[in-house]
């Protein structure tokens, strides 16, 4: 049933780094999303530093490890208190990770994807800008069914959902983003919007988006 992403992310430009984080972060539901983060990150700034590739592809890391705040928070997608605390917590358990590869990557490396996974849903600079860009078009592209299972489970209603797709679109600001988006917002409205004549099974749709296996390919 989900043959088609059999390999959608395979890319041989993959460093040893990031094939080992991909490893870590195996089976978490969110590894889609990452892969589809550092994909678009790929695509539309072939130049992309070491840093944001690595930042993109972890910048969601600490939902994998329970205790953190919630990913469906009741005051709004854009309330700071949740925003931070998911950000730096991501940060630390990303960093941490990384003080523990060995060889351990340089400090300024490591210090450069703490900073773009505490930005990378407020932005800052054009790189900072650019990641939570590249955020919100894999949010919109690799998570339209979690907008559809937050539907089923009761956590929000279609409206309440569609904000989340709404806030994911309004926050971008490279222009080359801007226009990628908007095919992309369509699709995941429309899909949000069937969520109550769905046909796709969720749970094994959740599995997919975490089998790292199947997505790269290997
Ligand atoms: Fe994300």
Redesign the pocket.
């Known amino acids: 049933m989900f043959e088609e992403f059999a390999g959608r992310y395979a890319d041989p430009k993959f460093n040893a780094l990031e094939l080992a984080a991909t490893e870590w972060l195996d089976g978490f539901y969110l590894l889609e ?1 990452l892969l589809c ?1 550092r994909a678009w990150a790929l695509r539309l700034w072939p130049d992309v530093s070491p840093e944001l590739r690595f930042a993109a592809l972890t ?2 890391a600490e939902r994998f490890f329970p205790g953190g705040p919630t990913s469906t928070p009741t005051n709004g997608f854009d309330n700071p208190d949740y925003l931070f605390a998911h950000s730096i917590r991501s940060a630390d358990i990303v960093e941490a990770w990384l003080r523990k590869q060995q060889p351990m990557p340089e400090q300024k490396f490591i210090a450069r994807v703490r900073t773009l996974i505490l930005r990378h849903e407020v932005g800052g600079n054009e790189e900072e800008d650019f990641l939570q860009a590249v ?1 919100s078009l ?2 919109l592209e690799s998570l339209d069914w979690l907008t559809v299972d937050w539907v089923h489970t009761s956590r929000y209603s279609i409206e309440k959902a569609r904000e989340k797709l709404n806030w994911s679109v309004e926050r971008i600001r490279p222009s080359a983003a801007v226009k990628v988006a908007l095919p992309l917002y369509v699709a995941a409205v429309c899909r949000l919007e069937a969520a109550h004549s769905n046909a796709m099974d969720l749970e094994q749709r959740r599995v997919v988006a975490g089998d790292r296996r199947l997505l790269l390919g290997i």
Do not use: A
Request: glycine share 0%; proline share 0%.
């Open positions: 999303h983060t910048h969601d955020d894999s949010f």
